[in-house]
């Protein structure tokens, strides 16, 4: 900047932590316009703000690397669950649930209904359409979005279970060139879901050479979580090597006590992999249990096919539904105990809007009172609902998410969608995830467990997820750089949130600014739509 020019914003007298790792320096931080224009002694500088963070660290805004915020942005654009953990920046469209992709046809009814009670719907016809209508609607935090596998097989195939046709091959390759060219920064893939999951490898590597020519990544949700995880993460791999892409593990970690230690084997093949010179990275949210739609953590793979309403007939019919409950329990045999030590005490009714009252129940619970066993209960329930029930499952071990954690190349990234504790989705029972990642890792894995130093659980927020995705001049505190940034008090940052009651916002956030504008300032929200819609050019 010019000698004596006016800046815009001066932050005063913090602790700061550049990103890179490096130790925590004093000092002033200028911003003219978006940018970063000054570090230093800045106490003589001219100014139109001045703000006193004295006792405060002040870090890159958090990059959120994995996020569902794409479902909740055009309803809810201040995004207030993630700023008000830090994040100013988010990676959308993960699991290969892409909403840009989407288009409003009966293919895509789940979809509505997600966007339905908050009066919200799909009225685009292109994911660079969708991209407009984020920007002119805005956002509250940066919003940087991927393709997503799921939603393109849906739009060309709906819930085929096969090989896409030439021409099917072709219309996807087409449709995913358009979303690459509009902004996206890669391709993920929700191969646990319908119908993803019905894609085989070459499949996945044949789209994959579309990411390439546009240097892209393919971050994917693995297969298998669980019992087939090694195998999962082999599989990963080999799209990433055939298609010549950069590979991110979207969430990794081992599902299921009995596979409890197996991200030993998966850390293993990620290094061997980069040190054959793949590019590998994953992500990680600092909770013992996920959350995903019921049907998928219980029903045979089978039994999830087709649309909502085919599958809820499935699940009424008297002779498939005990064919489903008998493969059921042959594949997990450890599901026929319906005492507290068993699988059904962790398994926590999530959202459920059709039946809010089971809403933080276990199934053990539910069942007990209903007098039936789990596993008829579960099937009577996904029928009863239409399979619109999520659940929570502690099935994570502690020495898992430490493993991971501890791994240089893990990225934090909460899973979680944008929410905020008022209107129709403050009644959800949300993941916790959703409000308490990021100041949960500084918490519990900074100052309880020491398994990360502060500046270590900086860098996996701000500079490592922003060289993955291929950022440039965000998650790094440079002169220059866009002024995305938070403070926070190290002693006190932490998560409030909890499985019970996860509308809570974190603790310990003082300020955060989002492209040189103040976002949140002592735990209050300006109510600024500070975010960007940030598009891929095509430089990696």
């Not at 590998?280 to 909770?287: G, L």
């Not at 399979?387 to 071990?397: H, R």
């Not at 500084?442 to 020491?450: A, H, L, M, P, S």
């Not at 500079?463 to 950022?471: C, D």
Request: hydrophobic share 40%.
């Amino acid at each position: 900047m010019l000698e004596n020019e006016m800046m815009y914003l001066i932050l005063e007298g913090g602790m700061v932590l550049d990103g890179s790792g490096a130790p925590a320096q004093r000092a002033d931080i200028g911003i003219l316009d978006d940018r970063i224009c000054a570090i230093g002694d800045l106490s003589n500088a001219r100014a139109s703000r001045r703000l006193s963070l004295r006792g405060c660290h002040i870090a890159p805004g958090f990059i959120d690397i994995h996020t569902h915020s794409d479902i909740s942005v055009l309803y809810h654009p201040q995004q207030m669950s993630a700023l008000g953990m830090g994040v100013t920046t988010q990676v959308v469209g993960n699991c290969g649930l892409a909403l840009g992709l989407a288009v409003n046809s009966d293919k895509f009814e789940f979809e509505k209904r997600w966007l339905a009670p908050h009066g919200a719907r799909i009225n685009w016809s292109n994911f660079d359409e969708h991209l407009t209508r984020v920007e002119s609607s805005g956002t509250g935090t940066n919003y940087v979005p991927l393709a997503g596998h799921g939603t393109l097989r849906k739009r060309v195939m709906g819930q085929e279970n096969r090989p896409p046709s030439e021409a099917e091959m072709s219309e996807m390759k087409a449709i995913l060139s358009d979303a690459l060219e509009a902004g996206a920064w890669g391709l993920s893939s929700g191969l646990e879901y319908t119908p993803g999951g019905y894609a085989h490898t070459d499949e996945l590597i044949e789209l994959c050479t579309i990411v390439r020519r546009f240097s892209g990544l393919y971050a994917t949700h693995l297969r298998n979580e669980g019992d087939t995880l090694v195998e999962s993460v082999e599989e990963a791999l080999a799209v990433a090597k055939g298609a010549g892409v950069p590979l991110q593990l979207s969430h990794h970690k081992a599902e299921g006590e009995p596979n409890w230690g197996k991200t030993e084997v998966t850390l293993k093949l990620v290094e061997q992999a980069r040190g054959e010179g793949l590019d590998v990275q994953m992500d990680q949210y600092p909770y013992n249990a996920f959350m995903t739609a019921l049907s998928v953590q219980t029903l045979p793979w089978y039994a999830q096919s087709g649309t909502p309403e085919e599958v809820a007939a499935r699940l009424s019919d008297p002779v498939q539904r005990r064919q489903i409950a008998d493969d059921m329990l042959a594949a997990h045999p450890e599901w026929a105990n319906t005492t507290e030590s068993g699988h059904w005490d962790k398994v926590q009714i999530g959202v459920c809007r059709g039946r809010p009252e089971m809403q933080g129940k276990t199934v053990l619970e539910l069942a007990l009172v209903a007098g039936k066993h789990p596993i008829e209960w579960v099937i009577d329930t996904l029928a009863d609902t239409g399979g619109y029930v999520s659940a929570v499952n502690f099935a994570m071990g502690a020495q898992d998410i430490e493993r991971v954690l501890r791994y240089p190349f893990t990225s934090v990234g909460s899973d979680g969608v944008g929410a905020r504790p008022d209107g129709p989705g403050g009644k959800d029972l949300v993941h916790p995830r959703a409000y308490g990642t990021f100041p949960r890792v500084f918490k519990e894995y900074v100052r309880n467990q020491r398994i990360l130093t502060e500046e270590e659980a900086v860098r996996r927020m701000t500079s490592l997820p922003a060289s993955r995705m291929g950022i440039s001049d965000r998650g790094t505190i440079r002169i220059g750089a866009y002024a995305d940034l938070v403070a926070y008090d190290p002693d006190t940052i932490g998560d409030t949130a909890t499985f019970n009651v996860p509308h809570q916002f974190a603790q310990g956030i003082k300020l955060v600014v989002i492209n040189g504008t103040v976002a949140l300032h002592d735990s209050a929200f300006t109510d600024t739509l500070a975010g960007r819609v940030l598009r891929h050019t095509g430089a990696y």
